[in-house]
């Protein structure tokens, strides 16, 4: 089975603001991969790759650290069915949203 037509370029142009939504977003414990794959097409694996690209190796290895002992937020799969959000405190002033803290 050929996953290319699935995948999304990880070196595709993305704004400074794109990347920096992104990384804020992996780094998010109640932000899930499926999060990120809805707003940028980027699959989990393709977020780990971007990361390692854009962050210094220590950062990387602490973030990878992170997300795979145990954060079970990261997942969908994983997290309870408690939390039904993923917005981040400040995501009215990234988005704009006007409803979005009502």
């Given at each position: 089975?050929?996953?290319?037509?699935t995948t999304v370029d990880?070196?595709?142009?993305?704004?400074?603001?794109?990347?920096?939504?992104?990384?804020?977003?992996?780094?998010e414990d109640r932000t899930?991969?499926?999060?990120?794959?809805?707003?940028?097409?980027?699959?989990?694996?393709?977020?780990?790759?971007?990361?390692?690209?854009?962050?210094?190796?220590?950062?990387?290895?602490?973030?990878?650290?992170?997300?795979?002992?145990?954060?079970?937020?990261?997942?969908?799969?994983?997290?309870?069915?408690?939390?039904?959000?993923?917005?981040?405190?400040?995501?009215?002033?990234?988005?704009?949203?006007?409803?979005?803290?009502?």
């Amino acid at each position: 089975m050929n996953n290319a037509a699935t995948t999304v370029d990880v070196n595709k142009e993305l704004t400074e603001r794109q990347l920096d939504r992104i990384i804020e977003m992996a780094w998010e414990d109640r932000t899930p991969f499926e999060a990120i794959k809805f707003q940028f097409g980027f699959a989990e694996k393709e977020v780990i790759k971007l990361m390692r690209k854009n962050l210094k190796e220590s950062s990387f290895k602490r973030w990878r650290k992170r997300v795979n002992s145990g954060v079970s937020t990261k997942h969908l799969k994983k997290r309870s069915q408690d939390i039904t959000r993923f917005k981040c405190t400040r995501q009215r002033i990234i988005s704009s949203n006007k409803i979005s803290k009502r």
